[in-house]
């Protein structure tokens, strides 16, 4: 069964770094291209990076420079370093398997952790 459990949102002023994490069970992780998508309220979810099992890393324009995905395989853990933080990041952030250019893998989705990036 698998599961993703994703943490380490919060409530941030413009231009605030926040760390997310999120932890999988159930899949094979050190071989498994992760992904962080992000939903905000009334659009739809997309992909923002991607890291491959090797350590390849893949963003959106609107992240690079400001957004780091980091894994740790030991750990089944997945990382997103957020700095520079706006008011368009907030979204609920969640992790999955990445098939594809952005093709999440897991029909499961965990609860997400909400980023609210305002003044």
């Known amino acids: 069964q698998v599961q993703l459990v994703e943490s380490g949102g919060g409530l941030v002023q413009p231009g605030g770094s926040l760390r997310l994490s999120c932890t999988a069970s159930?899949?094979?992780?050190?071989?498994?291209?992760m992904g962080w998508y992000r939903q905000a309220s009334g659009k739809q979810r997309e992909l923002v990076a991607t890291?491959?099992?090797?350590?390849?890393?893949k963003y959106v324009d609107f992240v690079k420079g400001r957004f780091t995905i980091s894994r740790e395989n030991a750990n089944d853990t997945v990382y997103l370093q957020m700095n520079s933080l706006r008011p368009e990041d907030t979204a609920v952030y969640y992790c999955?398997?990445?098939?594809?250019?952005?093709?999440?893998?897991?029909?499961?989705w965990g609860q997400g952790t909400q980023v609210t990036v305002s003044s």
């Open positions: 159930g899949i094979v992780f050190d071989r498994t291209t």
């Open positions: 999955n398997g990445v098939a594809g250019e952005r093709r999440p893998i897991f029909a499961s």
């Open positions: 890291i491959t099992s090797g350590g390849s890393t």
